[in-house]
């Protein structure tokens, strides 16, 4: 019988599986006990990330078809609401893609989210920003 790592290998594009990699040990090292995460990645690398991790995904972002509706359609992903009233923090760390464009969701997320709590550099790969969120 396979392994889930070898079904995983035999499935998936080498450099998906690196970048799952590359995010799985930036989670590991930044936020290994939160059952919740905040990803901004390229949405099939969030799904591909989240499997492994046994995390779930704080916020719900749109697929790319989803993005041509109009933004009153996203409201609840763009509020943040569970995040950013006053005096709770939802996530600690963002991991945040380098060098895939984001949707339109995820950016207006990210400029909710940094309008409302401070943030500061963790650490990084070439693929991936982790950046520490604190409330101000």
Known sequence: ???LAAIRHSTRPP?????VDLVMALIERNASDPPCIALFLYPKLITETLMPSRKTQMYLFSTPWQDSLPVSAHQPAVACEQSLQAGEQAVDYLFISRDNPLTIIQRSVLGKLFENMWSQYAYS?????????TTP
Do not use: K, N
């Open 15 to 19: 450099r998906i599986i690196a970048l």
């Open 1 to 3: 019988m396979a392994t």
């Open 125 to 133: 790969t070439e693929q991936v920003y982790a950046i520490r969120l």
